[in-house]
């Protein structure tokens, strides 16, 4: 019974494209993140999201664009994807904005 | 400007001894601090945690030693067995525009030997 689950598991592409990235989360928390790992393992935080509202954005490209459609999903767009857009992303959720996150098993996108 | 660093990419320690992981930051602001294991393939998972106002905390074979003065913190396992074998991340986390930010360290693979 997965808590917090994202799809694609692994995603390859060519540079140019528009590519998504879907999570969810069944544990009825209120807040929602995205991560990036990047090739020398950091992991970064790119955006918060509580209540479907958009609460952390960092420095992050605008061809990224999170959508919350309801509390329990938060996906990932990226539009125009370039070979630095490589790496691993990782979903996550937290009861409340305070609380220790659960994290999802992460994507690894491949731009070619 | 890496605020939260784990100088160690490696450790390897025999089964039955102590693990020692060490995290230290940057950041004043920094108010809680958190343990992560991540296996291949798997997102990170939390183990253990700490506020800035305690300097240990002890859960079953894990315990989070903090030094406010010295911005370090580690991890204490003991004893150590083959299934810790893992990446461990260093976590820091400050409030930030209303919401719980957390800032990673780029890990330490622990090995345990049998």
């Known amino acids: 019974d997965t808590a917090v689950s994202q799809t694609p598991k692994y995603l390859v592409t060519q540079m140019g494209n528009d590519k998504s990235i879907k999570c969810e989360q069944n544990l009825g928390h209120d807040t929602m993140y995205w991560y990036k790992q990047d090739s020398k393992k950091f992991l970064k935080i790119m955006f918060s999201?509580?209540?479907?509202?958009?609460?952390i954005n960092e420095t992050v490209p605008n061809r990224f664009s999170p959508k919350s459609p309801d509390k329990a999903h938060l996906n990932l767009h990226i539009n125009s994807l370039e070979l630095g857009d490589s790496a691993v992303y990782f979903c996550?959720?937290?009861?409340?904005?305070?609380?220790?996150?659960?994290f999802g098993p992460g994507t690894r996108l491949t731009v070619t | 400007d890496q605020q939260v660093k784990q100088n160690s990419p490696s450790l390897s320690v025999q089964e039955g001894r102590i693990s020692i992981l060490n995290c230290d930051y940057t950041?004043?602001?920094?108010?809680?601090f958190l343990w992560y294991k991540k296996y291949p393939a798997e997102g990170p998972t939390f183990l253990i945690s700490?506020?800035?106002?305690?300097d240990k905390n002890e859960d079953g074979r894990f315990t989070v030693f903090l030094n406010k003065s010295a911005k370090h913190l580690s991890l204490h396992i003991v004893p150590s067995q083959p299934g810790d074998s893992a990446v461990y991340f260093c976590a820091a986390s400050a409030m930030v525009q209303g919401a719980q930010k957390l800032v990673f360290g780029q890990g330490t693979r622990l090995t345990i030997n049998p």
């Open positions: 950041n004043s602001m920094f108010d809680y």
């Open positions: 999201y509580n209540n479907k509202e958009l609460i």
């Open positions: 996550a959720s937290s009861s409340t904005i305070a609380d220790e996150q659960y």
């Open positions: 700490i506020s800035s106002i305690k």
